[in-house]
């Protein structure tokens, strides 16, 4: 089932050291994709790896009703990190288990049963999950999935206000969509999903997957002033991929009316001692090595040497270090030409879009690297 990133070279990686992978051959690549943003902190943190070497030489695993201090302390927190009064805290294994949580317990708090999620969306890969996701691709071959989920046009606030009623549990969406494209919201689009779910007394859940964790120059998109005037706060946030530094983590962080009723949900592997272990040390190192001020300062500095540049680009979008380049023809092309002729690891989102998404602790000077690299490989296509 599993295929290689590049069918006709694969890169077979061996260690890595902040931004830096280095294959079996020796060849040092430039990590701009993060394996999908798991990386936040960089490769190998060593913060990261002597808390996961200790945790592992004190406790592997203990079922989840005995207290330790590895899941104990990651609690505290993520309801301290939480926007709002979020700080009802559910610890996973993934990303899909994360959102299957947030849609489970948006239905036992609110008593109705539909969804409304958005075209483009991605959200997982489990049977609710998936429910909720766009793509016919991913979708088709296991129907019939749930079948009361409503999409809507993405960023169409209006839409969005005529499909929720008092019928509708959850209304998921992701601050800027990651998968379907980089997508942001635009001015007032979360704002009013936050006042059209309050008024129907309807979860509103965010997937903060991709965009959580600082990553757009915030510590929540959800709080991203580029994106909203004023905080919105959810009634689920759901966090995963770079959580535990690609050990497999997500939360789901959830207000007090949505706890007091989530019901009998459960996993033997919530919350297990290493890889708390290993999201502390992330977080710790987010927080103190302020590495969303850094996706800020970066982000903007890349942002603007792609829009001054004479790059055959469409249109640049994202927050922070979530960039999206609309590059108008093959993405995967261009993502494998950065990767064999320039060695930098960059993501397609979609057929057209080529996806940034470096570790947060990248400076000026990979950005540089990643635009001379980009403005070669786009000449080159071009001129074919
Ligand atoms: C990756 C992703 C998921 C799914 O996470 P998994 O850990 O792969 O299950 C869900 N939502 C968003 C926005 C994602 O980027």
Redesign the pocket.
């Known amino acids: 089932m599993s295929g290689f990133v590049f069918a006709e070279k694969p890169i077979a990686i061996e260690s890595g050291e902040g931004v830096t992978l280095t294959a079996d051959d020796g060849t040092e690549y430039l990590d701009f994709g993060a394996s ?1 943003a798991c990386t936040p902190v960089g490769h190998c943190h060593p913060t990261v790896v002597e808390a996961v070497q200790t945790q592992a030489s004190e406790l592997l695993f203990v079922q989840g009703s005995y207290p330790v201090e590895a899941r104990t302390t990651l609690y505290e927190r993520l309801a301290d990190l939480a926007p709002g009064d979020l700080d009802n805290v559910w610890l996973c294994n ?3 288990e994360a ?1 299957e949580a947030a849609l489970k317990f948006a239905r036992s708090a609110t008593g109705a049963s539909e969804i409304v999620a958005t075209r483009g969306a ?4 489990t049977m609710g ?1 998936l429910s909720a996701t766009w793509k016919p691709k991913y979708k088709t071959p296991y129907e019939p999935l749930l079948s009361d989920v409503t999409f809507v046009e993405y960023g169409d606030a209006e839409a969005l206000s005529a499909a929720v009623s008092a019928e509708t549990a959850a209304v998921l969406l ?1 601050p800027i969509q ?2 379907g494209g980089v997508n942001p919201a635009p001015a007032g689009y979360l704002e009013t999903a936050r006042e059209v779910t309050r008024e129907t007394e309807t979860a509103l859940i965010f ?1 903060e ?2 965009t959580g964790l600082g990553r757009t120059g915030s510590m929540w998109a959800c709080e991203n002033d580029s994106l909203t005037d004023a905080p919105v706060v959810p009634d689920v946030l759901t966090t ?2 770079g959580l535990a530094s690609g050990l497999p983590m ?1 939360a789901t962080l959830c207000a007090d009316w949505i706890a007091e009723s989530a019901g009998s949900h459960g996993s033997t592997f919530s919350g297990n001692p290493l890889v708390a272990a290993a999201a502390n040390a992330t977080l710790s190192v987010i927080e103190d090595d302020a590495l969303a001020a850094n996706a800020e300062t970066v982000g903007s500095y890349l942002h603007s040497e792609l829009a001054d540049s004479a790059l055959p680009i469409d249109e640049v979008r994202g927050e922070g270090l979530l960039v999206g380049l609309e590059v108008g023809r093959g993405a995967n092309r261009v993502v494998r030409d950065l990767a064999l002729d320039h060695e930098i690891l960059a993501l397609p989102a979609g057929r057209t879009v080529v996806r940034a998404l470096p570790p947060l602790t990248v400076e000026p000077a990979h950005a540089d690297a990643f635009v001379e690299a980009l403005e070669t490989v786009l000449t080159a296509t071009a001129e074919q």
């Open positions: 999908y993934s990303g899909t959102n991605f959200h997982g890969r999950s992701e990651g998968e997937d997957i991709q995963a991929k997500g």
